[in-house]
Nanobody, 122 residues
Framework: QVQLVESGGGLVQAGDSLRLSCAASGRTFSGYHMGWFRQAPGKEREFVVAITPSTGYTYYLDSVKGRFTISRDKGKNTVYLQMNSLKPEDTAVYYC???????????????WGQGTQVTVSS
């Protein structure tokens, strides 16, 4: 059974940092695009960041560039999202996702985690 399990969310103040983790199990995702998406209350889910499997090329939502960093540890089958200088508008449920091929920044991912809540107070 394939599972993606996110952790690391929480309640922080503006300017603080959080590190989200996404642990994959059931298969190896070393050859998969790995991405993070988020959904704020009343809004559609949006792409945040993704990393390609071979070159490790990354794609970022413009509003998080310079503040968020995605990384992956293929040996641990885990992806991380380091979030610095958090803003209230970053408040959302953050989802980890994996896909085999295609465009890394399109939302058509094959596997999704259950999400972790990130709340940033002003």
């Amino acid at each position: 059974q394939v599972q993606l399990v996110e952790s690391g969310g929480g309640l922080v103040q503006a300017g603080d940092s959080l590190r989200l983790s996404c642990a994959a199990s059931g298969r190896t995702f070393s050859g998969y695009h790995m991405g993070w998406f988020r959904q704020a209350p009343g809004k559609e889910r949006e792409f945040v960041v993704a990393i390609t499997p071979s070159t490790g090329y990354t794609y970022y939502l413009d509003s998080v560039k310079g503040r968020f960093t995605i990384s992956r540890d293929k040996g641990k089958n885990t992806v991380y999202l380091q979030m610095n200088s958090l803003k209230p508008e970053d408040t959302a449920v953050y989802y980890c996702a994996a896909k085999n091929g295609g465009s890394a920044y399109s939302p058509t991912y094959d596997y999704w985690g259950q999400g972790t809540q990130v709340t940033v107070s002003s």
